[in-house]
């Protein structure tokens, strides 16, 4: 009888393994960045000609939320994040990321230009959907976006007062990973 | 005479179609051939993040292209292979490697396979030392002996 039950055991054995790694999301890779100070960088805003970099958000706890106004996933979340900013828990800054994809045909032009442009994309797309931002940083090129170790926009980082990065999430933030994860979280940090 | 003008029509249209559907233009080559070796040998190590089964080197998505432009810009800082490659586990984690470096998180990716081998051995040589014990023939007592002699007598 015991003998009999061993294939079988076996069997469940495989079967549980196999339906976790089916349920695993293969696009949440751990990032490296999660406890390590958040890159510095120095960018111009979106509202103007001033510049932005993450020591000024010293002292406190907020978001960097990668977008672009092409990302299709973005969309789906910026009512989520707009309706979370109404509740001012929290700073949200936007990393526009890429706005001028390679294949648009203003991809090449000077950089002057293609921030101009892109401000406007931008600043049309962010007055229709709304603006979740206290500001937002153009990144054109996606360097700053590399040190950030972005591979799929949206992305979305807790940065802590110290400017440590203590959290990120790959695609489209829901209302439930605010309530549960973010939310807690941010009261954590904002306790220390 | 229509024949040949129908066939004319097809051959331009695909021509065109052709033309057409070439799709995104080629990434231009840099200028150096030595760095552009480089680049393939480092990049064939790295995984791309977006396809994630593709290497750095043969992935056309876009993030590909920038990491590749970065490489490219880190060689001619004259970072050395570890360096680049630091540099990539530094953003993107252990992950962008197809050959993880060996230390206690990566053991299980390492050597899981191998302890696996040899717990399939040790069953493998349990079932048989079992097997050969059932196959082989009991020795017969001489009762029994004697009762088969009987036996085939009839």
Known sequence: ?192 | MKRVVVRVAMAMSLVLFASVSTGREAVPMADDPKLEARLVDISQELRCLVCQNESLASSHAELADDLRQEVRELIRSGKSDQEIKDFLVARYGDFVLYRPEVKPLTWVLWFGPFLLLVIAAIFLGVYLRQRRALAAPAALSDEARERAKQLLKG
């Open chain 1, 1 to 192: 009888m015991k003998k009999v039950l061993i294939p079988l055991v076996l069997f469940i054995g495989l079967v549980v393994f196999l339906a976790v790694g089916l349920k695993r999301d293969p696009r949440e890779i751990p990032s490296p960045l999660i406890g390590k100070p958040a890159p510095e960088f120095s960018l111009f805003t979106l509202e103007g000609d001033t510049k932005f970099s993450p020591a000024d958000m010293q002292g406190k706890v907020w978001l960097l939320n990668v977008w672009a106004t092409w990302c299709v996933a973005c969309r789906e979340e910026h009512p989520v994040l707009v309706a979370f900013s109404e509740k001012n828990q929290v700073p949200i800054v936007g990393l526009s990321y890429k706005e001028i994809q390679p294949q648009d045909p203003a991809y090449k032009s000077p950089f002057d230009d293609k921030l101009k442009l892109a401000r406007e994309r931008s600043q049309v797309w962010l007055k229709r959907h709304g603006n979740p931002y206290v500001t937002s940083v153009m990144d054109l090129d996606g360097r700053v976006g590399i040190n950030y170790g972005v591979y799929g926009v949206p992305e979305t980082y807790v940065i802590d007062k110290a400017g440590v990065i203590r959290y990120k999430f790959v695609g489209a933030v829901t209302p439930a990973l605010l309530a549960e994860k973010i939310l807690p979280l941010i009261a954590e940090l904002n306790k220390s």
